[in-house]
């Protein structure tokens, strides 16, 4: 009996070690693969580039150092562009808010729509899943020059491309948190006679409702940069003052580095804000 449980045990380890012989060899070919694919991708934008990697790296930091030498000689004047370009940051979170909310509120509809157990048709499960996949995969920076080349430059382009990706996003994030929710509430409404809004309103939103809130406020985070990054192709913001006063060059430095800390401490302050929120709601203290 002692020497079949040894052979079994000795059968035990030696196909253990095999097996992990076996993944640490996948490991290696894996990690091969990719730094095969890095250099040849390396050598070959190099190769593509306008001036080569290596031959320029020595002036990498003669631009920051130059924004920099001039933003330390002219440090009174940040205070006074700080508070230029606020109007501008204003618009900026504006556009954020407003994308993320309507994100937040189409995310939530597609997220429910392609839910097993809680899909109100069934059969369309795949469709609304696909849409999102669209959604998340087409950048916004594509969606807003679209959008600017038929309505022309300003915030609207920008906040509708924020929404239309965040849809996408926040309802995938949405689905997995409604795939964990509880289906007894749901049942019992159904069994009570309510309709498909109603048990979704009673018996799964307040179970999945803070998770679906930290997602969005995480989301806002996010967006509030995106926002910014549009501003370089004219849709607004302190992104576009950012451009503007890049192109200027020399001279208008100063300006460039009044916007940089001012976008700075703004992302730091959401961020902090949208922690402890998000905190709050999911420990519920």
């Known amino acids: 009996m002692t020497d079949t449980a040894s052979a079994r045990s000795g059968d035990i380890r030696a196909d253990y070690l095999?097996?992990?012989?076996?993944?640490?060899?996948?490991?290696?070919?894996?990690?091969?693969?990719?730094?095969?694919?890095m250099v040849s991708g390396f050598q070959l934008a190099d190769a593509?580039?306008?001036?080569?990697?290596?031959?320029?790296?020595h002036q990498f930091f003669d631009f920051?150092?130059?924004?920099?030498s001039e933003?330390?000689?002219?440090?009174?004047?940040?205070?006074?562009?700080?508070?230029?370009?606020?109007?501008?940051?204003i618009e900026t979170i504006n556009i954020a808010g407003v994308a993320t909310l309507i994100g937040a509120c189409g995310g939530a509809l597609l997220s429910l729509l392609s839910t097993r157990g809680l899909a109100r048709f069934p059969a369309l499960i795949p469709v609304f899943r696909r849409l999102m996949d669209a959604m998340r995969a087409i950048p916004e920076i594509v969606i807003a020059l679209v959008l600017i080349f038929l309505l022309g430059g300003g915030p609207v382009p920008a906040m509708i491309a924020?929404?239309?990706?965040?849809?996408?996003?926040l309802g995938k994030l949405?689905?997995?948190?409604?795939?964990n929710a509880d289906r007894k509430p749901v049942e019992g409404l159904a069994s009570a006679g309510a309709s498909w809004s109603q048990s979704m309103?009673?018996?799964?939103?307040?179970?999945?409702?803070?998770?679906?809130?930290?997602?969005?406020?995480?989301?806002?985070?996010?967006?509030?940069r995106a926002s910014a990054i549009l501003g370089f192709v004219g849709s607004g913001g302190i992104g576009y003052d950012l451009k503007t006063a890049m192109q200027w060059g020399q001279g208008r430095y100063d300006q460039v580095v009044a916007i940089f800390l001012l976008l700075f401490a703004t992302i730091v302050v959401i961020d902090q804000v949208s922690s402890h929120f998000r905190h709050?709601?999911?420990?519920?203290h």
């Open 201 to 224: 309103w009673l018996g799964v939103l307040p179970q999945v409702m803070p998770n679906w809130l930290s997602y969005a406020l995480l989301r806002f985070e996010i967006n509030v």
């Open 64 to 68: 920051p150092s130059e924004v920099v």
């Open 48 to 57: 593509r580039n306008a001036g080569g990697f290596w031959t320029g790296i």
């Open 162 to 169: 924020i929404a239309f990706h965040t849809t996408g996003a």
């Open 280 to 284: 709050k709601l999911v420990k519920g």
């Open 18 to 37: 095999a097996h992990a012989r076996q993944r640490q060899m996948y490991s290696g070919i894996l990690l091969l693969v990719f730094t095969l694919l």
């Open 71 to 89: 933003a330390i000689a002219k440090a009174g004047n940040l205070p006074g562009l700080m508070w230029t370009f606020l109007p501008s940051l």
């Open 174 to 179: 949405f689905s997995e948190v409604s795939e």
